[in-house]
């Protein structure tokens, strides 16, 4: 199994930026691909973007592409979430997860909280 924490929330205001981190223990995080979502209140969890286990591919949302980037370092088990041109419709619970299958995702960390003002 793994686990996974993040880090790295925060308040911001609209046009700034924040990375998030995730660090994973247990097996190793270079083992699986990752990903990131988010869900804000009232609203269901979103879909932000992929990485696959040697980083050297990623995916994005249409909502964050251009404007986020993911990054990981496998001798760190750490993925990031580098965000850019943040937005009031950005605030939400940013959460990481393994890659379990095409499309699915599990091993969710606690997530953290990311909070833009405008």
């Known amino acids: 199994q793994v686990q996974l924490v993040e880090s790295g929330g925060g308040l911001v205001q609209a046009g700034g930026s924040l990375r998030l981190s995730c660090v994973a223990s247990?097996?190793?995080?270079?083992?699986?691909?990752m990903g990131w979502c988010r869900q804000a209140p009232g609203k269901e969890r979103e879909f932000i973007g992929y990485i696959s286990r040697s980083g050297g591919s990623t995916y994005y949302g249409d909502s964050v592409k251009g404007r986020f980037t993911i990054s990981r370092d496998n001798a760190k088990n750490t993925v990031y979430l580098q965000m850019n041109s943040l937005k009031t419709e950005d605030t939400a619970v940013y959460y990481c997860?393994?890659?379990?299958?095409?499309?699915?995702?599990?091993?969710w960390g606690q997530g953290t909280q990311v909070t833009v003002s405008s």
């Open positions: 997860a393994v890659n379990v299958g095409p499309g699915e995702y599990g091993y």
């Open positions: 247990g097996r190793t995080s270079s083992s699986y691909a």
